[in-house]
């Protein structure tokens, strides 16, 4: 009589089994990690902070990213002093006065992919944004005061990752955050 080889082959069926289904997962796995980073970048915001005096004096938000950027906490600095909202922010750049501005309202603000916007912009007694022409003494003073203006921005995207923009004399810099913090005694309030 002769062996039958069925229970060899079947061992050997066993392991090449076991070992494509093995495989089979971390395909998948793989795939599932590449969309996720495909996805990911698909929404992800890129929130910076500029100052201009051309046309006219103006604080701007831009996103500069290819999602949407969900803004959850704003801080507003001056002389690294935080400040509540930008009537105590002119107060402190060119002195007490009634000061006139339009301003946008940041906290809580979706800023679109691309979407630029000016968050405060000074006005002269005719309501019309300050610019050098009509502008004058107060023109001047706010000029060289936007620079001491200071913003901590913390926003996410749609997938709930977020980061902290930080601008100051240096630049803009973003950092990777886990969240956002809640509102404290220096939120800046709008």
Known sequence: MAREPGPR????????ATLVGVSAL??????????????????????????????????????????PAIIRHVIVKVDNQAVPNWHDALQKLIGPGNHKFSESTMSSHVLSAGESMDIMVPRDDDNSPLNLQKGGQLWSSLNEG??????EICYCSTL????????????????ETRTCPGTSATTFQQ
């Open 9 to 16: 082959i079947s061992r050997y069926e066993t392991i090449i």
């Open 26 to 67: 971390f395909v998948s796995g793989y795939t599932a990690y590449v969309q996720r980073q495909q996805v990911r970048a698909a929404v992800w915001p890129i929130l910076e902070y500029n100052t201009s005096n051309e046309p006219y004096i103006r604080l701007t938000l831009d996103n500069k990213g290819v999602g």
């Open 146 to 151: 936007r620079q001491r203006v200071e913003v």
């Open 160 to 175: 709930g990752e977020c980061w902290t923009l930080r601008s100051g004399p240096n630049g803009n810099a973003t950092t």
